[in-house]
């Protein structure tokens, strides 16, 4: 069985500060993908980003950077100089095995950026 | 950029009504999935749908719930007879997997789904 755990409910910082959200993930195959999703409070979701167990480089995409690290089954995500666009609901999702597979989620993590 | 569109962006629907909700895939897409978020939840796993056929479903996906393809573009997620808990937003999601090892599925904006 597959999980994925976030276990930041809600992570509130002043804007400019930098905030890393946290997720680790359980799963049994070797071949894998890890995802980042932002939900704003319109409801849809976002892609941000997709990584695949075989590639363990570090990404940076502006002031956003993630960690991915077989080692603790860890994908964590930073948000460098935050800013108040960047309150969302982020959700770490994984898939493995075939593509009819449906993506697990995790709970997601609330960031309030505050002005 | 093609992108997926669902409707209706809200659904209002008594107790015990069916209910279908639309999804249009990306057009060269091969797989399709829906997905239901319960307010403040998070995101989980439906159904998934390839070939004409259901692929996988989740323990979510009883008897109540089926999905069609009844045409080359819409996708649909039929709920025969509402219940309260069934009050979440779902989402339609496609992908292609003849682009090799991305695995990514592209989401729809979601419908609204409250059951009075």
């Known amino acids: 069985a597959q999980k994925v755990t976030q276990a930041q409910t809600e992570i509130s910082v002043v804007e400019k500060e930098d905030v890393t959200l946290d997720c680790v993930y359980e799963t049994r195959d070797t071949t894998y993908y890890l995802f980042w999703y932002k939900q704003p409070p319109s409801g849809e979701l976002v892609f941000l980003i997709r990584?695949?167990?075989?590639?363990?480089q570090n990404e940076i995409s502006g002031r956003y950077s993630w960690n991915f690290q077989k080692s603790t089954s860890s994908f964590n995500f930073t948000i460098t100089a935050s800013q108040v666009v960047d309150s969302a609901v982020y959700f770490c999702?994984?898939?493995?095995?075939?593509?009819?597979?449906?993506?697990?989620f995790g709970k997601g993590t609330h960031l309030i950026i505050q002005p | 950029e093609p992108e997926v569109t669902q409707t209706p962006s809200h659904q209002v629907t008594q107790m015990g009504q069916e209910v279908i909700l639309r999804c249009v895939p990306i057009s060269n897409h091969l797989y399709f999935y829906w997905y239901r978020q319960i307010l403040g939840q998070k995101v989980e796993f439906l159904v998934s749908?390839?070939?004409?056929?259901?692929?996988?479903k989740s323990e979510i996906f009883d008897d109540q719930f089926s999905v069609e393809r009844p045409d080359g573009s819409n996708f649909t997620l039929k709920i025969r007879s509402t219940k309260l808990e069934d009050s979440a937003m779902y989402f339609c999601?496609?992908?292609?997997?003849?682009?090799?090892?991305?695995?990514?599925?592209?989401f729809g904006p979601g419908t609204r789904l409250t059951v009075t």
């Open positions: 990584r695949n167990s075989f590639d363990e």
């Open positions: 999702a994984l898939i493995s095995g075939g593509g009819a597979d449906g993506l697990t």
């Open positions: 999601a496609s992908s292609d997997l003849r682009v090799a090892g991305t695995y990514e599925q592209y």
């Open positions: 749908f390839y070939n004409n056929e259901i692929s996988e």
